[in-house]
């Protein structure tokens, strides 16, 4: 064999693997299209609770929170001396 036929043989194989490559995510595409259209089409309409939006009446840190988190910082402490 020749170096001729060599690459002839392996410019044909590639091309027909890229082709097959081609064809298969062209399929694919076309599938997961066809698919998300009929779940649209199909799904019922999903109703969204409405978001309540927190208000805060003021920044910062509740004097309550830093009481207890300064409390069982000293427990923690005076347990594991």
């Known amino acids: ?3 001729a ?3 002839t043989t392996a410019g ?3 091309l027909t693997g ?3 490559v081609f ?3 062209s399929i694919l595409i076309g599938a997961v299209t066809l698919m998300s259209n009929l779940v649209a089409r199909f799904a019922e309409p999903e109703v969204a609770a409405p978001v309540k939006s927190p ?3 003021s920044q910062g840190v509740p004097s309550e929170h830093i009481a207890a988190i300064s409390a069982a910082i000293a427990q923690y402490k005076s347990n594991n001396k």
């Open 23 to 25: 064809v298969f995510l």
């Open 55 to 57: 208000s805060f009446k």
């Open 18 to 20: 890229m082709v097959g």
């Open 1 to 3: 064999m020749d170096i």
């Open 5 to 7: 036929a060599v690459l």
């Open 12 to 14: 044909s194989l590639m």
